[in-house]
């Protein structure tokens, strides 16, 4: 979003403060704290800004990071097993 402050001033959103929120202002890292015990706020200088906002949950990449470790250990079974059934048997010797 584009902010105008006139003077130093905080910006308050109408959004839950959870960690895991990060903001910046410019492009440049800011801190995010709560404001009034719910809302999340973040301190703006004067002048015309450029402000984002972007969740970024420890638990969401504790999750991808478990989901793709599965997927990666499930196909390679598959392909092991596939790998496996296909396999030329060896003639035995009598």
Not at 13 to 21: D, E, L, T
Not at 57 to 78: H, K, Q, Y
Request: aromatic residues 10%; hydrophobic residues 45%; proline residues 7%.
């Amino acid at each position: 979003m584009r902010v105008t402050a006139e003077s130093p001033s905080v910006l308050v959103v109408s959004q839950i403060y959870y960690p895991g929120w990060a903001a910046s202002v410019d492009e440049r890292s800011v801190d995010v704290f709560p404001a009034d015990f719910a809302l999340t706020a973040i301190e703006v200088p004067e002048g015309q800004h450029d402000v984002r906002f972007e969740f970024q949950s420890p638990s969401f990449r504790i999750g991808l990071l478990i989901s793709a470790v599965t997927a990666a250990v499930l196909i390679g079974l598959a392909l092991d097993s596939r790998r496996s059934r296909f396999k030329p048997s060896e003639p035995s010797s009598a």
